[in-house]
Each structure stands twice: as structure tokens, then as C-alpha cells.
């Protein structure tokens, strides 16, 4: 049983910064790919950034520029530094760990951006 657990959400001015964490459990935490995902109510949960075994990233273009993520291997965990935050970036996001096409998901973390 995979075990993800996130933490660092919260209410964030528009413009600050917030950084996100997710720890998980496991001793093969440098095989995974490693994400975030954000949901809102009414739409889909969309790929905010990702982070591949070999330390590649990829992100949503609504967060180029402003986000970043990274892993720790030694620490089983991935962040989201997260930049001039906007009230657009409000959702609950959502760490998640895939590995070989099987995705584990942690319980999410709300983060509100006021304006």
C-alpha cells in the first residue's frame, strides 16, 4: 500500500508564494513519476507539473514560469514552489505517484487564492 501525504495549502494573497510538499511512503519513491494535479468543482483534474524519473520536468502552460516542481529522493517527497499566485490557481491539488501506468493519490490539499 502506497502511502502519499501532502501538505502547505492554505489561503495565499494573489501574488505571494506557497510552497507544497508530498512525502510517500515505500522504498522505490526514485522510480516514480511524480505530479501534481489540481481540481476545481465542475471540471476535470488537469496536470499542473510533473517530474520524471530522471529529474525531466513538464508543466501545464498556465503555470510556466510561476511554478516549479522538484523532487528529493533521499526524502521520498516532491514540492511545488508556487509563484505569483493568482485566483485562478484556487483547487484542491493533488499529489500523485505513478509508476509502470498504476497512479497512487493523495487526499489533496486546498489552495485559495484571494484577489
Known amino acids: 500500500q502506497v502511502q502519499i501525504d501532502e501538505s502547505g495549502g492554505g489561503l495565499i494573497q494573489a501574488g505571494g508564494s506557497r510552497r507544497l510538499s508530498c512525502t510517500v511512503s515505500g522504498r522505490i519513491f526514485s522510480f516514480y513519476v511524480m505530479g501534481w494535479y489540481r481540481q476545481v468543482p465542475g471540471k476535470q483534474r488537469e496536470l499542473v507539473a510533473r517530474v520524471l524519473v530522471g529529474g525531466d520536468t513538464e508543466y501545464a502552460d498556465s503555470v510556466k514560469g510561476r511554478f516549479t516542481i522538484s523532487r528529493d529522493n533521499a526524502k521520498n517527497s516532491v514540492f511545488l514552489q508556487m509563484n505569483v499566485l493568482r485566483p485562478e490557481d484556487t483547487a484542491v491539488y493533488y499529489c500523485?505517484?505513478?509508476?509502470?501506468?498504476?497512479?497512487?493519490w493523495g487526499q489533496g490539499t486546498q489552495v485559495t487564492g484571494s484577489s
Open positions: 500523485n505517484a505513478n509508476l509502470n501506468g498504476v497512479d497512487y
